[in-house]
């Protein structure tokens, strides 16, 4: 598969993510209830493939770094997907049905612990996955690349998907990822045929 090709699907799911956001109401209200559920919707198969860039990136390595990153990234799409459907579905469905007066803090609550923790261990595989793939390949762009998505993570912790940080984050974290993918095809294209 061609280097481009490779870094362009590694980054699309955070770019689908980041687009989503833009669509995204700030508030949730009766009448942003069915935009804000229908975006949810959209992002419930979007958050977790971000963990499958992950995995991919990591296809060649059987390393102890290598699976601890795996396992976050799989907590990253566990606790987050689990935000997605209690603040994100649940949330906007009992607003729908019941107004304003929907009781919806506790649910915003316990889905942004679950989200909070679930950006944390995303930040935590980005980490490693860079470190991985900086031994395989000694390139200084795996290292770039971890550091960008890793820290773009604080943006995302703090304003999920919403627009314009939010959204900034998941892109910045999309380059981050690119800049792993290049890191990988450089080790490829050196290697003796």
Not at 125 to 141: C, D, I, K
């Amino acid at each position: 598969m061609p280097v481009a090709l490779r870094a362009a699907l590694v980054a699309l799911p955070a770019v689908l993510i980041a687009l989503a956001g833009l669509a995204h109401p700030v508030f949730l209200t009766p009448e942003t209830a069915d935009r804000w559920r229908l975006v949810h919707l959209v992002l419930l198969p979007a958050f977790p493939l971000l963990a499958g860039s992950v995995l991919y990136l990591l296809r060649a390595d059987r390393g102890p770094l290598a699976w601890v990153a795996r396992v976050a990234a799989f907590a990253y799409a566990v606790l987050y997907g689990a935000l997605d459907a209690i603040a994100g579905i649940g949330a906007p469905a009992q607003v729908a049905e019941r107004g304003r007066s929907a009781p919806i803090g506790d649910l915003f609550r316990a889905g942004d612990q679950l989200g909070h923790l679930g950006v944390l261990a995303l930040a935590l595989a980005l980490v490693l996955t860079a470190v991985v793939l900086w031994q395989r390949s000694g390139s200084s762009l795996a290292l770039l690349g971890g550091a960008l998505g890793a820290a773009s993570c604080w943006w995302f912790y703090r304003d999920h998907v919403f627009a314009p940080r939010g959204v900034l984050a998941l892109l910045c974290i999309g380059v981050g990822l690119v800049l792993l993918a290049l890191s990988d095809a450089r080790k490829v294209a050196q290697a003796p045929s």
